[in-house]
């Protein structure tokens, strides 16, 4: 899931650029949600949402909640 948020936040970065049909912020809030840390790193290398609110808070609490529920998982499994 990772992967594949990572390539949504490039494919709208690209998209941005030439002007054309985007994904919605709905679509890489969700995407974000699943996949953390792909978003987290799309966000960075094609300098994409870096900007706007909802990405600056959601997509670290997103992390923050992955790594609690790993740590979760490795403490008590």
Do not use: C
């Not at 650029?17 to 709905?26: A, F, Q």
């Not at 974000?32 to 792909?38: Q, V």
């Not at 994409?48 to 979760?72: D, N, R, Y």
């Amino acid at each position: 899931m990772n992967l594949i948020a990572f390539g949504a936040y490039g494919f709208d970065k690209a998209k941005a650029s030439m002007n054309k049909w985007r994904v919605t912020e709905k679509t890489l809030l969700i995407l974000a949600f699943f996949g953390p840390f792909g978003a987290y790193a799309g966000m960075n290398v094609f300098r994409h949402k870096t900007q706007k609110k909802p990405f600056t808070w959601a997509v670290p609490l997103f992390m923050l909640i992955h790594l609690v529920l790993i740590g979760a998982g490795i403490l008590f499994f």
